[in-house]
């Protein structure tokens, strides 16, 4: 069995719940087991690398030392945020070994850093150290009849020099892994345009809009489904689709999954654990192309109308 | 007693700004041989000659400092003033208090100036020991190699061959006419490229002091200026030159299928091929890498179709040697591949074509009969949008330089478009319009005029596809909004890249090359066509990117230094050459190996005065040393001398600081 560190980040303990436990569900299947990292701490996110440098390279360095503690060369990460202030402080460190020194004095408690683990994104993990064709190898039910449009978001694939991996522009890694499940993956021009990210709740009109240009593509290139790896680009384009269509005033119903759940589904895992209930936009219509799959369960709760945008400023 | 004189310049504001020039004449007044110092604005002027030319005679000066620039940029001149006082110009020395002092140290004044003070001393104390030199007579092979047969190759070798000089001109494809021959029309005439290229392609094939050698490539150049040896590989064509009538029986009946260099690979050729049919010399080869016949040993038809016999699958690759006394490389450019652009979505979108494809869709011969055409469906398309700058200014992605053709060839093509499609549309991203030359900001004007081309300053940001259409994405800065185009084709004009093999070649001809390969310059204003190494010349864009109109001046100024350089039967050179010292040479023959410039022989003299037996010693060929001072360093007996750096020279040097 192989051993993965996992970083779970804020949101897989929220509103990225079924992210994070559909990746258990394959990582499972895949013989992988994770490790958390005790005592792990928030990666700073947007908030800290506008404020201080020595903040935003000092929260994930934490991390990284605790990591270090654990005897795995690897961590996983599920969320793109976390993933990205994770291996911008790792590459940053390593490339200047005065800094790192300088940064690790404000966590010398927790130990040295020394760079000694490689930090990867799920998808990346997925894709080199797993395999597209051992994921291949794992289907039992295949996703034929599944046309879906693989979005990367802003951070899985940039920058350039600082990820290595995949193409900024126009990544692929998803897209194989997707037909490797026997889903098709669409021609989607829009893989890395912005969803509007963390403005989705300081200026909601920037998201709807955005989110609203991703969506309209997908449908364009033929889509029934939307797949991702990062827990923001979830909740923009499924939780804000109903908005979005109504100031579009176009109906949209393109459901939006984490890779992880159609792995998990292709995996054969029973559909009642793939957390279906907590997506806004239905998910049975997309799904209905693969065949006969066991029924989705029905919404526990009835879903949380999105919060309108407030008008702040009179 | 050493009468010395000391010459301190101002360089303008250049050295007197960091320098404190008024201070360094007063401490070297001070040096008990210096008999005269003084100091000026500009040494190198007629003037500052002058100064230098009366301090001569009246002071009875015995050797000359002039504390200015580096010795490369006016030592030949200052040596000129001393000869003209009737001095012995070798007694001069430069210091170099400006590119060694004051624009090096231009925070710290004092420091500076005290460096330039260490500079004179040293300057001063070498002087002392400076002997009479005469320069060196050196016989000239009145012959020069042109390498490459673009526009810049041609009009070199024509321009040369016409004072009848005889030229070597080789070229690596099959066919001279360069990159010029690819191009429709040209700017700001729109005059038809191969009506005014073919007559001058055709005069190079039938010029009785031109030597055409088509698909070959210089493979060694050794010797020195006026005296080089080069070695051509003349590659296998399969064909024989001297039978074969060019008549096109052979590559009609061909089988194999090749994407066509000629017109950026959309068509084919065959295996047997002219690269056009405006070819010189117009006789076709085998491209032995796709020929069946030559790979497999299958096929021979167009043995079979020749009736001449002149096919020959035996051929093998030949060595020509020449004797050749200069050298022009006009080895042109490439075109940089828009790869990185992934945000356009170069290969995936077919509609997306360069430049150099529109040029030759557009071209009367070209692979779509000078219609353009989308490469995905065939049809004609009406919104064309031209993005500038592609790899060009681009430090993350591409190249920091401006390509400087670009804006002109746009403007060209959006002229070409309008008249092929009467119906169309073209919209222009740019960055600046840079149309510095004579006529191009009229025809800029008068083709946005004309075409009604819509222009927008602003990067494009994105490609994406939408139907059958390609959606072009950008900033309209003017605006200060993002603006979206409906294109039904996109051409990029890419940036104009230093050939890949320039580095190659530049090792191999012993000169230098810049960080994107292109090949240096002597000087980039004084110099612009000489290399650092004497004798070698540069014209086109293998020195930096250039149109036609400024590639043919280049071309016509290295053939009038070729002329130059074979006007008279000898050439003077420097006297700064080694000599050995038979008495102390123990011929170890270190610096034998040692010479960068194989100017070391061996050669056998008597062992003792009267002597019958023998002993090697080493030997140096004045004509081939360049005084680089390797032998003096590695020789262990101290036997070789160096004119101009002798070990007194250096020693005095060193004692005085």
């Given at each position: 069995m192989?051993?993965?560190t ?17 990746l ?139 990820t ?11 897209d ?77 119903d ?61 | ?15 007197a ?135 810049a ?74 005296n ?130 529109f ?12 219609v ?17 700058c ?13 390509s ?28 600046d ?5 004579k006529?191009?900001?009229?025809f ?9 081309t ?35 084709m ?14 190659d ?5 012993g ?46 100024a ?18 700064m050459?080694?000599?050995?010292n ?37 030997k ?38």
């Amino acid at each position: 069995m192989k051993k993965l560190t996992y970083f779970p980040g804020c949101s897989a303990h929220g509103t990225s719940e079924e992210f994070d436990s559909t990746l258990k569900l394959v990582l499972k299947t895949l013989d992988v087991e994770l490790e958390d990292i005790p005592d792990w701490n928030c990666c700073g996110a947007t908030s800290a690398h506008v404020m201080t440098e020595n903040l935003a390279y000092a929260l994930p360095m934490r991390n990284l030392v605790l990591a270090e503690k654990l005897e795995n060369t690897t961590m996983g990460i599920a969320c793109a945020s976390c993933y990205q202030r994770m291996k911008v402080t790792k590459v940053h460190m390593d490339e200047n070994p005065e800094l790192a020194q300088r940064i690790n004095t404000t966590v010398v408690e927790e130990g040295t850093y020394k760079g000694t683990v490689d930090v990867k994104s799920m998808l990346q993990y997925f894709y080199e150290d797993i395999g597209v064709e051992t994921i291949r190898g794992k289907v039992t039910k295949s996703l034929a009849g599944l046309k879906v449009a693989c979005y990367y978001g802003c951070l899985l694939t940039r920058p350039k020099n600082i990820t290595k991996f995949d193409s900024p522009e126009y990544p692929v890694s998803m897209d194989q892994i997707c037909e490797a499940l026997g889903a098709t993956a669409t021609e989607f021009d829009y893989k890395t345009e912005c969803c509007g990210a963390s403005f989705s709740i300081s200026n909601t009109e920037v998201v709807l809009n955005l989110s609203g240009q991703i969506l309209a593509m997908a449908k364009e290139s033929g889509a029934h489904a939307i797949v991702v790896a990062c827990p923001l680009c979830q909740s923009n384009l499924d939780m804000r689709q109903p908005d979005i269509e109504k100031q579009q005033g176009v109906k949209y119903d393109i459901p939006v999954f984490y890779i992880t759940q159609l792995m998990a589904l292709a995996f054969g895992n029973p559909v009642d654990q793939l957390k279906f209930p907590k997506h806004i936009v239905p998910v049975e219509g997309a799904l209905a192309n693969i065949g006969k799959i066991d029924p989705v369960p029905q919404k526990v709760k009835k879903p949380i109308k999105a919060v309108e945008a407030e008008s702040e400023v009179e | 007693m050493a009468r010395v004189g000391v010459f301190v310049c101002f360089c303008g504001a250049n050295i007197a700004d960091y320098v404190d020039v008024p201070q360094v004449v007063e401490e070297v007044k001070r040096i008990k041989e210096v008999k005269f110092a003084t100091e000026y604005k500009y040494m190198c002027s007629d003037p500052g000659q002058g100064m230098i030319r009366d301090a001569i005679v009246q002071n009875k000066l015995t050797s000359i400092v002039v504390a200015a620039c580096s010795p490369r940029m006016h030592e030949k001149t200052f040596r000129k003033a001393l000869s003209d006082a009737g001095m012995n110009p070798y007694l001069l020395e430069v210091a170099n208090i400006r590119e060694h002092s004051s624009w090096v140290h231009q925070k710290d004044k004092k420091a500076a100036t005290e460096k330039a003070m260490d500079l004179c001393r040293m300057a001063v104390a070498k002087s002392i020991a400076n002997e009479q030199l005469h320069e060196i007579s050196v016989p000239v092979t009145k012959r020069a190699l042109v390498i490459g047969g673009g526009i810049a190759g041609i009009q070199a070798a024509l321009d040369i061959a016409d004072a009848r000089i005889p030229v070597v001109l080789v070229e690596r494809s099959p066919s001279i006419g360069g990159k010029m021959a690819q191009l429709d029309e040209t700017f700001p005439t729109l005059d038809c490229a191969q009506c005014i290229l073919t007559p001058k392609m055709v005069d190079v094939a039938s010029h009785p002091y031109i030597e055409l050698i088509p698909y070959s490539e210089v493979i060694e150049l050794q010797g020195f200026v006026g005296n080089y040896k080069v070695r051509i590989k003349k590659k296998a064509s399969y064909v024989n030159f001297k039978t074969c009538t060019g008549c096109g029986a052979c590559w009609q009946k061909c089988p194999v299928k090749v994407p066509n260099e000629y017109n950026m690979g959309i068509d084919k050729r065959k295996a047997i091929y002219t690269p056009f049919p405006q070819a010189v010399p117009n006789k076709p080869v085998i491209d032995a890498e796709h020929c069946t016949m030559l790979t497999k040993g299958k096929c021979g038809i167009c043995a079979k179709v020749c009736d001449k016999g002149s096919i020959d699958y035996t051929m093998q690759d030949e060595i020509i040697e020449r004797e050749i006394g200069a050298v022009v490389v006009a080895t042109g450019y490439d075109m940089w591949d828009p790869k990185p652009y992934e945000e356009y979505g170069v290969g995936r979108f077919k509609d997306i074509i360069t430049s150099l494809e529109f040029e030759r869709m557009v071209s009367a011969n070209g692979p779509t009969n000078g219609v353009p055409i989308r490469p995905s469906d065939g049809k004609v398309p009406k919104n064309v949008v031209f993005i500038k700058c592609v790899g060009s200014r681009d430090e993350a992605k591409g190249i920091e330089y401006c390509s400087k053709i670009c804006c002109m060839y746009t403007t060209k093509h959006t002229i070409l478009l309008h008249h092929k499609v009467h119906d169309s549309h073209a919209y222009v991203f740019y960055m600046d319009i840079r149309a510095a030359g004579k006529g191009y900001e009229e025809f800029v004007k008068k083709a946005q005029v004309d075409t009604g081309t819509t222009y927008l300053r602003g990067r494009v940001s994105k490609i994406y596809k939408k139907g059958d259409k390609l959606m072009v994405r950008g900033e309209d800065a003017q605006l200060g909004q993002v603006v979206e185009v409906e294109a039904d084709m996109v051409v990029l004009a890419t940036a104009v890249s230093a050939p890949k093999d320039n580095p190659d070649l530049a090792r191999l001809l012993g000169i230098s090359y810049d960080k994107y390969g292109y090949l240096s310059e002597a000087h980039p204003k004084l110099r612009p066509v000489e290399t650092a190494k004497a004798g070698i010349f540069l014209a086109g864009c293998t020195q930096a990117p250039k149109d036609i109109p400024e590639t043919v001046s280049q071309a016509s100024a290295c053939a009038a230094k070729v002329c130059g350089l074979f006007a008279g039967d000898t050439m003077k050179k420097d006297p700064m050459v080694s000599t050995i010292n038979n008495e102390y040479c123990s011929g170890c023959q270190n610096c034998v190996k040692v010479c960068p410039y194989g100017a070391i022989v061996t050669d056998d003299v008597p062992i003792g005065h009267g002597s019958k037996e023998l002993r090697t010693v080493a030997k140096i060929n004045e004509g081939v040393c360049q005084g680089c001072g390797s032998c003096v360093a590695i020789c262990r007996s101290m036997a070789i001398n160096l004119a101009g750096f002798t070990d007194p020279q250096i020693i005095n040097e060193i004692v005085s600081i």
